[in-house]
């Protein structure tokens, strides 16, 4: 199956600082979704992006098909942005997780 | 329209129980897949529902299953439960599979002694 590796696996930031968070996956995908899950285990959508680039207030990101990698952008970053963040993949079967970032912004 | 729900948000058993989680898709939502999450091993994917046949099935034993309703909705057993079972258990649902956005329900804890 699809192998999906996510970096840096911990980030500490300040609030304000930006941070980037990568996804790389090992074959050719037709979905990729970020999600945010919160301190409670909710699963939140971030974006649906298996392709391009797209923004949403202070996050952004980036799918690079070809070279098979995703990058999830935070400018900004507030105490809220705190948790882990995924990164999940499907061919034309199942959605497979990468391991996740775990995000701790400090005021 | 609302979100996915499942029922109930948290459990406790003891080994050897078994037990019946319940999601409700969004609205609309025909296809229904199920995740467990640990330390451990992360997210993993048991089994996803579509028009009440499972379409796809995870590397897990015979002990879970699952089923989906004509009304959509979907429930997973688990049977002769094991402490390594405990774990956030979280369906998802979408239109039509897995090739297109996921909303995650907020799912349930299960706790097995």
């Known amino acids: 199956g699809i192998q999906v590796e996510q970096s840096p696996p911990d980030l500490i930031l300040q609030e304000g600082a930006n941070s980037t968070l990568r996804c790389n996956f090992s074959d050719s995908v037709n979905n990729l979704q970020w999600f945010h899950q919160n301190p409670w285990g909710q699963l939140i959508n971030l974006f649906y992006?298996?392709?391009g680039t797209k923004q949403n207030g202070r996050l952004s990101a980036t799918t690079v098909a070809t070279e098979r990698y995703s990058l999830l952008y935070i400018s900004s970053s507030q105490t809220t942005d705190s948790g882990v963040y995924f990164c999940?993949?499907?061919?034309?079967?199942?959605?497979?997780f990468g391991k996740g970032t775990m995000l701790l912004v400090s005021p | 329209k609302a979100g996915v729900t499942q029922t109930p948000r948290y459990l406790i058993k003891t080994r050897g129980q078994q037990v019946t989680l319940s999601c409700s898709p969004i609205?609309?939502?025909?296809?229904v897949s199920w995740y467990q999450q640990t330390p451990g091993q992360g997210l993993q994917f048991l089994f996803e529902?579509?028009?009440?046949?499972?379409?796809n099935k995870g590397n897990f034993p015979g002990r879970f299953s699952g089923r989906q309703f004509s009304n959509s909705r979907s429930e997973m057993n688990v049977s002769t439960l094991e402490l390594g079972d405990s774990a956030l258990y979280l369906c998802a649902s979408s239109l039509v599979g897995s090739q297109e956005t996921q909303y995650f329900g907020p799912g349930t804890r299960l706790l097995v002694l």
């Open positions: 999940a993949v499907s061919g034309y079967s199942t959605l497979t």
């Open positions: 992006i298996p392709s």
């Open positions: 529902y579509f028009s009440e046949t499972q379409r």
């Open positions: 609205s609309g939502h025909r296809s």
